[in-house]
């Protein structure tokens, strides 16, 4: 089994910023990519970033490039960040990580359906 824990969200007021960090642990048996989600109330869940096991590639969605960027711990690859800046009140949600599992390393997925693991989320309040 594979766990993963967010942590780093709560309320912050428009134009702050936070930093989300996402520990993956368990069964960690080969390479994997990562990725950012994100759920905001009474909407559907919405991709937000990804980024490979090599951490050469990344990608962020068009909503949140050049606000939010992606990165990967240097040293313990299971550690996942999401850096936010200049937020708004549209980027309150539930941010999820997720892991997915490849043979691929420079492997990056946008496609939710294809992640094998979910972290529980945390909560990103942005008040105006």
């Known amino acids: 089994q594979v766990q993963l824990r967010e942590s780093g969200g709560g309320l912050v007021q428009a134009g702050g910023s936070l930093r989300l960090s996402c520990a993956a642990s368990?069964?960690?048996?080969?390479?994997?990519?990562m990725g950012w989600f994100r759920q905001a109330p009474g909407k559907d869940r919405e991709f937000v970033a990804a980024i490979s096991w090599d951490r050469r590639n990344t990608y962020v969605a068009d909503s949140v490039k050049g606000r939010f960027t992606i990165s990967r711990d240097n040293n313990a690859k299971n550690t996942v960040y999401l850096q936010m800046t200049r937020l708004n009140p549209e980027d309150t949600a539930v941010y999820y990580c997720?892991?997915?599992?490849?043979?691929?390393?420079?492997?990056?997925?946008?496609?939710?359906?294809?992640?094998?693991?979910w972290g529980r989320g945390t909560q990103v309040t942005v008040s105006s």
């Open positions: 368990g069964r960690l048996f080969s390479s994997y990519s």
């Open positions: 997720a892991l997915d599992f490849t043979d691929r390393p420079e492997e990056i997925v946008i496609d939710q359906r294809l992640y094998d693991y």
